[in-house]
């Protein structure tokens, strides 16, 4: 079963999905929230253009919105946080969301100032690393999230500047480290 | 002959996970890895998947995922050449239900003297030494039983004792690697006070070995009320 087929569960602090053994699967939490802050920050830091793939809880987003930008384009593609992102969006003029899967929808995207990628369960995730180029205008910044535990990424992306962060995540399903490492990426 | 149940004495589950931002290969990187990244000795109740394989993504990365059973039942009451055996494991739930076959364990230092299962046990198996056929279905909340083969039954007599692995057929004994977003696995009721996972037995007790009056000794189970076990003579024989 893929992560569009799951049935998220929303709480006040959490996104999770029961997988079949009846176990909880987190997909975002609330504890992330200076993390989604920090990287807000970095990818409005000059303005613009703001390009986010993966809505979630929002918190990212909403901090984004915080910030002196032109547009916010939000690419989601789970069919129960869809609605919650065009209702969150309706009041917020600068906001387009584009639904589906980023990979299938970036070449009718256009080109950002900033870009912040944090999926799950993402098929495409292989493809981020030659995708983020054509996304990106120059002197842009992208960050992501980064799912190792140390001042390096997976994607094998070169150039990369990491803040350390000191973090003390309850228990879950994707991110038990007390150390996260936020990339920072300028074109 | 005769038969007799032996409920587990040690059990539990090894898993390894394997996080990437880019594709796994399954086989030789979480399967064939000498180590696991998480071992459980149940020594109190746990219902989990402790038998299961995935190939999934979740938050900015793959994840390989294997687990393998281990049981191990001592023999030492069983005084007697044991010519059947099934193995019985108890189903806390359905799960993803997969194939699953039993194979030959190591764990548990071979022959039970160490108590724990560690890291390094994840590969405490023998895929070259199948105990069992794949079993087809799992069943929840009930007895889930694996016809023990020659082998099995062999090493048994040999051993005074049964060292088995529980694992996935398809993907953990064959293998082949899942598909991204498979993951299949069986849950298993562990240290279950009720429903011990359990090994039936059919020997032939040890004992008076010959026949007596034309009745071949396999087919005699006592002379006069004692048990051919505790007969060394019959008049004199």
Partial sequence: MTYTQQTLIFEQDRIYFLNPYEKEEEVMMDWEDDLM???????????????EIGFGMGISANYIQSHVINSHTIVENHPAIIP?????????????????????????????????????????????PSSLTQLMNPNGVAT???????????????????????????????????????????? | MATATVNVDLEGYVERE??????????????????????????????????????????????????????FFDLSSIVGTITAATLKVYAGGTGNSV????????AWNFDGSVTTLDLPDY?????????????????????????????????????GYLNAALITDDYDYKPQAPTLGDDWGVLISYANGSFPQQLDITYTPAG???????????????????ATASIVTVNGV
């Fill in chain 1, 37 to 51: 802050s920090a990287s807000a920050a970095y990818v409005t830091q000059n303005g613009g253009d703001i390009l």
């Fill in chain 1, 84 to 128: 919650k992102a065009l209702e969150w969006a309706s009041d917020k003029p600068n906001v387009t969301i584009v639904e589906g899967n980023w990979f299938d929808v970036k070449d009718s995207l256009s080109t950002y100032d900033g870009l912040f990628y944090d999926t799950y369960g993402d098929e495409c995730l292989q493809y981020f």
């Fill in chain 1, 144 to 187: 992501w999230w980064n799912a190792l535990p140390t001042p390096s990424n997976a994607f094998g992306i070169d150039g990369v500047e990491y803040q350390e962060f000191s973090i003390n995540p309850p228990k879950n399903t994707y991110f038990n480290h007390t150390k996260y490492y936020l990339p920072k990426k300028q074109f």
């Fill in chain 2, 18 to 71: 394997d996080t990437s931002g880019f594709p796994i290969a399954w086989v030789p990187i979480t399967r064939d890895d000498p180590t696991g990244t998480y071992a459980d000795t149940r020594t109190t109740a746990l219902i989990t998947a402790g038998t299961r394989s995935a190939y999934l993504l979740n938050r900015g990365t793959y994840i390989g995922f294997n687990s393998r059973s281990f049981f």
């Fill in chain 2, 99 to 106: 194939d699953t076959v039993i194979v030959e364990g190591t």
């Fill in chain 2, 123 to 159: 590969s405490a198996l023998a895929f070259t030494t199948p105990y069992s056929s794949p079993k087809l279905s799992w069943t929840a909340s009930a007895y889930n039983s694996y016809a023990l083969n020659a082998t099995a039954i062999s090493a048994m007599n040999t051993n």
């Fill in chain 2, 208 to 226: 008076y070995g010959n026949d007596v009056n034309g009745v071949a000794s396999a087919s005699i189970v006592s002379i006069n009320g004692v």
